[in-house]
């Protein structure tokens, strides 16, 4: 079956732009999470949408949204960007919280 | 709060070498462990759980409550083991929340 995928995979923008970020998740699968990966901070959990509900969400300022869709599909979007938001952006999707979860390939942003 | 440590950013061993990758762990409570690895140009996958006590590619982990750990051993690296590795941890009905080390580095030299 296919994997998770990520569009787009590769994003430049300028600081104080906003960017949406979008997540196709395994056929079946109702769990979407996405994580912020940088040299710095490593791997963080931004947020977790399950049947389009957000079910968790990490210590990101409020610039960070996310929702999902009937389909599962999610998106994110960042507002206001900054320098700072620069990393790769993956998402992860899995039935539920008891079985594992399959990463996509991630978007890297890029803000200049 | 909880938090993964992985003290190693780089471990580098010979082929047929035994291998150890170091996690520790903080949190209140009966966490559920993994290792999670990315090879070269790959995504990251998932290599072992703890409640499944399986071996995977002959890695091995065993949560240790006493001592906070979950270290990943292989009693003799292979070539093909050359990938960053991350220990992470999800909390009591946390959902799909994971909280992950920094990861460390493994290169295997022939």
């Known amino acids: 079956k296919a994997g998770v995928t990520q569009t787009p995979r590769y994003l430049i923008k300028t600081r104080g732009q906003q960017v949406t970020l979008s997540c196709s998740p395994i056929s079946g699968h109702r769990s979407v999470s996405w994580y912020q990966q940088t040299p710095g901070q490593g791997l963080q959990f931004l947020f977790e949408?399950?049947?389009?509900?957000?079910?968790n969400k990490g210590n990101f300022p409020g610039r960070f949204s996310g929702r999902q869709f009937s389909n599962s599909r999610s998106e994110m979007n960042v507002s206001t960007l900054e320098l700072g938001d620069s990393a790769l952006y993956l998402c992860?999707?899995?039935?539920?919280?008891?079985?594992?979860?399959?990463f996509g390939p991630g978007t890297r942003l890029t803000v200049t | 709060a909880q938090r993964v440590t992985q003290p190693e950013k780089l471990l580098s061993v010979f082929k047929g070498a035994p291998v150890e990758l170091k996690c520790n762990y903080s949190y209140s409570g009966s966490p559920e462990l993994f290792w999670y690895v990315q090879y070269s140009r790959q995504r990251l996958q998932l290599l072992l759980r703890h409640i499944s006590r399986e071996s995977i590619k002959g890695f091995t982990a065993d949560l240790n409550k006493g001592e906070t750990s979950f270290h990943l051993k292989k009693p003799f690296a292979q070539e093909e083991d050359s990938a960053m590795y991350y220990c992470?941890?999800?909390?009591?009905?946390?959902?799909?929340?994971?909280?992950f080390g920094g990861g460390t580095r493994l290169m295997v030299k022939p």
């Open positions: 949408y399950f049947s389009e509900t957000q079910r």
């Open positions: 992860a999707s899995s039935l539920d919280s008891l079985y594992e979860q399959y």
């Open positions: 992470a941890l999800k909390g009591m009905n946390a959902g799909n929340m994971l909280t």
